[in-house]
């Protein structure tokens, strides 16, 4: 069979890339990841400078390089959320029965 004709070998995606490198507290992982996304995106929709970004946060201009490179797994959830509360951004728990299959923790991001 040549090269051309090799079927593609491939897993199937849980849904979460940290579970499928198989790390430790991959739903946490998850949840910074889409927390983090969320404050990096809205701080690039305005347009900001580090040095604002730092000021606004309240946070160190190393800290600000982290979160737009997308370290966010060196923040807490918590932080996140209070990067999002200085971003007046609201921000709703809802806790509701585990179904199997689905995952424990997860975060929905309304547009």
Known sequence: MSEENTPIE?????GNVFEDLDLEDAEELLIRAKL??????????RHLKQQEI??????????????MKGKYHLFSE??????LNKLEQKIIIQIAQHRTGEPLQDVTLEK
């Open 10 to 14: 491939f897993i199937k995606s849980s």
């Open 78 to 83: 918590g932080r996140l959320f209070g990067f």
């Open 36 to 45: 983090g996304y969320t404050v990096r995106q809205i701080l690039e929709s």
């Open 54 to 67: 730092a000021t606004l946060l309240k946070i160190k201009q190393p800290e600000v390089s982290n979160l």
